[in-house]
């Protein structure tokens, strides 16, 4: 393969594009092409086949994607290196009563991690995706920011040099922006990556497919897991997890059902345990001693917002420590709206006091921050 990718075009940065299948990276892959500023192949990448008709059906779609926009395509067989870093960290995670997301570390240990590094050595320069992300390329002149080495010194022609850092945005069309699922990419990984939809509406990305006549122009987008696909969740854990059935109580601590083991609930949850009553209850809290889990009854109660947090495993996209303490806003769910809070100093970690309480704020999800448009980084939730 190696030999192949290198005999191509030897003018032109070579890129890599990550076709899962869909319109989104179907669409980055031609708008790259069409610039005619870059080498491109596709690339799909394997790494679950549990559901055989899905990732089959995907695989497909992948390749007649490539075909139509007319570049050279390979399958990476990444599943080990997939059930390993990503799929046992989700496993470990909800087993210890926490709520991990299994799309960000998809992202930092598989399509920024070992795939990029894969990439690289076959010699391509770049990796592209169809997130909707828009990355922003700037020179730092200043004496008294640190710059990770892996940027790129540029000669300004004064016996000065400057260095570029990689900022990520908001996407342009703010109903699909994933840059929460981003958070964990280092200036070394931004240096290798391409975004190329971040400047368009989902509906532009279609326009664009069908006058293309791309298969994938009314596909409907994937859901659910990263690879995996749309599953019934709680079934899926539990073919992982051992059930543990236990009493559900309410605020008086009195038994109103069981479910079946803490492990498979999350804060604020309304589904999944048998109650004696339909009034809408939600998971307040989770004991993993006792395996039990307490219900509130409204979605108002305040046994389900908190105004401060705890945070660890922090990344920011610069590689510098903000100076702190930093006003900004932060997002604690996909397409949850951002809030405005201060992040400072707490121990290894950080603490975030919101200006107002959050609902649900859950143990080991993602909480991201945000400046001016500006994806700054973020961490897990303790």
Not at 50 to 65: G, I, K, P, S
Not at 82 to 102: D, L, Q, R, W
Not at 119 to 137: E, F, I, P, R, W
Not at 177 to 195: A, E, G, I, P, V
């Amino acid at each position: 393969m190696k030999n192949a990718i290198k005999k191509r075009d030897k003018n032109l940065p070579k890129v890599f594009v990550m076709l899962s299948g869909g319109v989104d990276s179907s669409v980055a892959a031609l708008l790259l092409k069409k610039s005619g500023k870059y080498d491109i192949r596709g690339a799909h990448l394997i790494c679950w086949r549990d559901n055989c008709n899905q990732y089959q059906r995907e695989a497909v779609y992948a390749m007649l994607a490539a075909k139509k926009i007319g570049i050279p395509f390979y399958l990476f067989d990444l599943e080990k290196e997939y059930k390993e870093k990503v799929f046992n960290y989700m496993i470990s995670g909800y087993a210890s009563g926490k709520t991990p997301n299994p799309d960000v570390m998809c992202n930092r240990e598989i399509k920024f991690g070992v795939f990029l590094e894969k990439a690289l050595k076959l010699g391509t320069d770049y990796v592209a995706t169809g997130h909707y992300v828009k990355k922003l390329k700037i020179k730092n002149q200043s004496t008294k920011q640190i710059v990770l080495c892996s940027a790129e010194p540029i000669n300004m022609g004064s016996g000065q040099k400057s260095k570029i850092i990689y900022k990520l945005l908001k996407a342009k069309d703010a109903s699909k922006d994933q840059s929460y699922f981003l958070w964990t990419l280092t200036q070394n990984q931004l240096k290798h990556s391409l975004f190329p939809i971040g400047d368009f509406t989902k509906e532009k990305v279609r326009k664009i497919a069908a006058s293309h006549n791309l298969p994938t122009a009314e596909k409907k987008d994937s859901q659910g897991l990263c690879f995996v696909g749309k599953t019934d969740f709680q079934e899926f854990l539990e073919k992982y997890i051992k059930t543990n059935p236990g009493k559900v109580l309410n605020e008086k601590m009195e038994k109103i059902g069981i479910h079946n083991g803490v492990q498979f609930y999350t804060i604020g949850q309304r589904h999944g345990f048998k109650i004696a009553n339909n009034k809408p209850q939600y998971v307040a809290e989770r004991n993993l001693e006792t395996n039990t889990l307490v219900l509130a009854e409204n979605r108002t109660n305040p046994l389900l917002y908190k105004n401060e947090i705890e945070v660890e495993n922090i990344n920011w996209i610069s590689g510098n420590l903000p100076k702190l303490p930093l006003k900004c806003e932060a997002r604690i769910r996909y397409r949850g709206e951002l809030k405005s809070c201060v992040v400072g100093n707490i121990g290894d970690g950080i603490s975030v006091k919101f200006d107002s309480p959050q609902w649900a704020v859950a143990e080991g999800q993602s909480i991201v921050f945000y400046k001016n448009g500006e994806m700054l980084g973020g961490g897990v939730i303790k």
